[in-house]
């Protein structure tokens, strides 16, 4: 089975241009997690949803960042504007409910904003 | 106090030797209990659950204290390959799933 898919792997951009991030859960999977990895912060959670509906966005750092879940096999991360601030690795990952099963990594999207 | 704690680190270790880390974390509610092993720039993968009763996986054994609220991980005959990053996570009843900051661990040869 393929594992969660997210895409671009890399991007760098410059300040004040929108990014967009996706992910593909793995099939079955009906909660998916959004992360934010830095060397200062560590792996911070976003935002996730649990079948479809995002149940905690706490960790959203600001209104320029925004999540959506249109349907069960895709989501978009969106940072518009985007700022230096906001270079990290932005994980994507699932698992099959909120709590109790384990939960599968995306192989991440290198974001570097300058 | 910060909802899942670990070990510092850096530890540095020659290869055979025996290493455990230490996790504790706030919310006694918690249910579900996991050791995750990162890569350098890859992404986090599962390691190992930790139950209850405790349980080994070769090398590897997690031991959980509900009581004390503490999760440890120990590391028998370390080889140069499990040199990684090891998180401790924690999953709260009806909640995600909580990571700590990670404990680096390199083997020398």
């Known amino acids: 089975d393929a594992g969660v898919i997210q895409s671009p792997r890399h991007e760098v951009t410059e300040m004040g241009q929108e990014v967009t991030l996706r992910c593909k859960p793995i099939?079955?999977?009906?909660?998916l997690f959004w992360y934010r990895q830095t060397m200062m912060r560590g792996l911070e959670l976003l935002i996730y949803f649990n079948n479809n509906v995002p149940i905690d966005d706490s960790g959203m750092p600001e209104d320029r960042f925004s999540a959506k879940m249109p349907n069960a096999s895709f989501s978009t991360l969106k940072i518009q504007p985007s700022e230096p601030r906001d270079s990290a690795v932005y994980f994507c990952?699932?698992?099959?409910?909120?709590?109790?099963?384990?939960?599968?990594f995306g192989e991440g999207s290198w974001l570097t904003v300058v | 106090r910060k909802e899942v704690e670990q070990d510092p680190g850096p530890f540095n270790v020659p290869e055979g030797a025996t290493v455990a880390f230490n996790c504790t974390y706030s919310n006694s509610a918690s249910q579900s209990f996991f050791w995750y092993r990162q890569d350098c720039r890859k992404e986090p993968k599962l390691l190992m659950s930790?139950?209850?009763s405790g349980n080994e996986d070769g090398r590897f054994t997690a031991q959980l204290n509900r009581a004390s609220q503490y999760i440890s991980l120990l590391i028998r005959d370390s080889k140069l390959s499990d040199s990684a990053t090891y998180l401790c996570?924690?999953?709260?009843?009806?909640?995600?799933?909580?990571f700590g900051p990670g404990t680096r661990l390199s083997v020398l040869p």
């Open positions: 996570v924690v999953t709260p009843y009806g909640q995600n799933f909580v």
């Open positions: 930790v139950y209850s």
């Open positions: 990952a699932s698992s099959h409910s909120i709590s109790g099963n384990t939960i599968y």
């Open positions: 099939s079955g999977h009906n909660s």
